[in-house]
């Protein structure tokens, strides 16, 4: 009998040790997305695509407490591909090392909220720091450097005070130093060596620093005395005539080097878990700092392997389960730095300019993939961050405007919207900018106008509209924007009938992700969450390159709940089934909206159309239910487009289309997942040129 309940006894208690084994679903979920990002690949021992338990049977590289992932560490393996897009499920990850990789690319938006150590290092990406960076007010270690990060630092470290050890070394970055650098109070140990930095490094000044590298880059001034005794200090710590530390996780093997240490032989850092610093620098000897930039030798080549499947169409709501056929791409490895004591150097173009983020909001925890009908509801804020009540934008006299608009002319009358008229306005220092004039009768209270420009004024995004300055006086609420000479898209797809041909499948596209961005920017980077309530075409403007900016961007509250814009809106074909019920916008239908915009960028057609027979009048009856039908979509897509396209290319394109116009709003995607997806078709579409282009040689 003893043995019986003996045997009992273990038997309960290897079965809930199983069940303690269990991974958390949304953790689960987000390594097998990691895992098919990748490419499944087999240095990944018992990680799976499809189904198995992460912590239970302890998949290679994952740490766990519980049945929460806490730590991710693969570096060095070899791996291709990308990330995935569900890292923000994994809110109890603490350390991501997935360094040394051939990732290539960018660096994903989506990263895991409350990560303290990130390790990117040595991977080939380029473009920029994404701002979601700048959310993670948990981060105490950051490395991406050997990679080909480019353009400037924008202002994403106001809220990282944790933050104590920050690598961006060899890369091409370039501009000044970004002064959120002075918020970094905890900062210890900063490595900025070999990038093409301008400027002058006055904002380290004040950081509690024990070790610095500026080495190989084009700063000027004066170096601050704090910094040279920091940089000195570091320097006599490497003085050892023996051989060179090991590199650290997260850095290339070092090589060795024929310069001497005082032209930065050895410019790595060598920064251990602990994240402290052993490799040899050399001191700057004069105030100046030289100018010396590296020359990077690029050498192998580009294994591509491209999986061609045959197309399966689907009726999946989840942006996950698109067609994600990968091209394996190993991309390009540095296999040697070479430095070189020039002046300058031509720096690299980048691929995207860096957003600059001055609302420095807080970190977002997506438990799982958003769902619902508000974003907004679905956010776990850890911290409270309130915004700036100054403005960035200029206040003008009503004298001034009606002097720059000719006392709001017909001639410089760009526009009547459902909110205001849009005037050209000419200004004495030559510059030309727009000025809207809202109709009061649709302000919700006249007197919230002055409340709301430093919010307006604080979006900073390059697809969004910038603020330059504003009116309120005798009445009048004036709004003065950047002016945009290609004027809307709409006017381009609908009224334009010879310059229609400019916009290309490619332009189009590159429209549609430009416009994603500016969404998620106002979804999921402000806090709180902006619902612009009024997207359509009219409000998507072009500049000279056909980039898009979205215009009319944080004014939803200034305006009724219930006002001539949404009934318009819903009229006009753009307005989600749910807003015209309710009267009442969310991200929802935001993402909706933005459907209805592809519709038109894919079919050239208007959203709601009286001339066209009576089933094909509203655009989104007339084209949902052929969206998954690859014969009907060259039917359907804009005949000025004569051809010039992709068969796939325009099937992942209506993919998209399909999952932002459902019916049911807690089905749509966040604009996160919408801008994963666009990113991907680019990049597909990218590969696929090369190939061609390579089987033409």
Request: hydrophobic share 35%; aromatic share 6%.
């Amino acid at each position: 009998m003893v043995k019986m309940v003996a045997l009992l006894l273990f038997v309960i208690l290897l079965s809930h040790s199983f069940a303690n084994a269990d991974t958390d679903s949304s953790d689960a979920s987000a390594l097998r997305v990691m895992y098919s990002s990748l490419n499944s690949p087999g240095q990944l021992t018992k990680w799976s695509s499809s189904d198995g338990d992460p912590c239970g049977e302890s998949w290679k590289g994952i740490t766990c407490s519980g049945n929460r992932v806490t730590e991710i560490q693969i570096s060095g393996l070899g791996l291709s591909g990308s990330m995935g897009y569900q890292l923000t499920s994994l809110t109890s990850l603490i350390n991501l090392d997935i360094s040394n990789n051939n990732l290539g690319n960018q660096i994903p938006y989506q990263l895991p909220p409350n990560v303290q150590r990130l390790n990117l290092a040595g991977n080939g990406f380029t473009g920029g720091i994404p701002y979601s960076v700048s959310q993670i007010t948990s981060l105490q270690y950051l490395n991406v450097s050997h990679n080909q990060i480019q353009g400037e630092l924008s202002e994403i470290f106001g809220s990282l005070s944790s933050l104590n050890t920050l690598d961006i070394s060899l890369n091409s970055m370039t501009g000044k130093l970004p002064q959120s650098f002075k918020s970094l109070t905890s900062m210890k140990k900063i490595y900025l060596q070999n990038n093409q930095f301008t400027g002058n490094v006055d904002v380290l000044a004040n950081l509690p620093l024990d070790d610095l590298n500026i080495e190989n880059n084009q700063f000027t001034g004066e170096i601050p005395e704090k910094l040279k005794g920091i940089m000195q200090k570091s320097n006599s710590n490497t003085k050892s005539s023996g051989p060179a530390p090991p590199s650290p996780p997260g850095a290339p093997p070092a090589k060795k080097s024929t310069q001497s240490h005082k032209s930065g032989g050895n410019s790595s850092p060598s920064s251990g878990k602990d994240g402290s610093h052993n490799g040899e620098k050399s001191g700057i000897s004069s105030g100046r700092v030289a100018g010396i930039v590296i020359s990077l030798s690029v050498v192998g080549a580009v294994a591509v392997i491209f999986i061609v499947k045959k197309r399966r169409r689907k009726s999946s709501t989840d942006i996950e389960k698109l067609d994600v056929e990968p091209f394996v791409l190993q991309s390009q490895k540095v296999q040697d730095v070479k430095l070189s004591q020039t002046s300058s150097a031509t720096s690299m173009d980048a691929t995207e300019t860096p957003t600059a983020v001055t609302l420095k909001p807080p970190p977002i925890n997506h438990h799982k993939s958003v769902s619902g009908d508000d974003l907004s509801a679905k956010l776990i804020i850890l911290q409270k961050k309130t915004r700036t009540t100054e403005t960035k934008a200029v206040q003008y006299s009503i004298a001034d405007v009606q002097m720059a608009t000719d006392s709001f002319s017909v001639e410089n009358l760009i526009g009547d919207g459902s909110i205001g008229s849009v005037y050209r306005a000419h200004f004495g220092n030559g510059k030309v900018l727009t000025v809207k004039k809202l109709y009061s009768s649709e302000l919700r209270n006249p007197e919230d106008f002055l409340k709301m420009v430093p919010d307006i004024s604080q979006l900073d995004h390059p697809n969004v509209t910038e603020l330059v300055g504003y009116c309120s006086e005798d009445g009048q609420h004036l709004l003065v924007h950047e002016f945009h000479e290609n004027g809307s898209l709409h006017d381009f797809l609908h009224k334009m009938d010879d310059d229609n041909t400019r916009l290309t499948w490619d332009t189009r596209v590159k429209i549609a992700l430009g416009t994603a961005k500016a969404l998620e920017y106002l979804h999921e980077a402000c806090s709180p969450s902006l619902v612009h309530k009024n997207i359509k075409s009219e409000n998507i403007l072009l500049d000279a390159d056909l980039n898009p900016h979205l215009s009319d961007s944080g004014l939803a509250n200034l305006m009724a709940d219930v006002d001539q814009g949404l009934n318009h809106n819903i009229e006009s074909g753009y307005g989600a089934p749910e807003a015209a019920i309710s009267g009442k916008c969310t991200t929802k239908s935001d993402v909706y909206s933005f459907g209805v915009v592809m519709l038109e960028l894919f079919s050239g057609r208007k959203p709601f159309d009286r001339s066209r027979p009576r089933s094909e009048q509203s655009l989104v009856r007339w084209a949902t239910p052929q969206l998954h039908d690859i014969d009907a979509l060259e039917k359907m897509v804009d005949p000025s487009l004569t051809g010039l396209y992709s068969i796939k290319s325009l099937s992942r394109f209506a993919d998209v289309i399909a999952l932002c116009v459902q019916p049911e709003p807690e089905f749509r995607p966040p604009m996160s997942e919408v801008v994963q997806a666009l990113v991907r078709l680019v990049q597909r579409a990218n590969m696929s040129k090369r190939l061609h282009s390579d089987d033409q040689d």
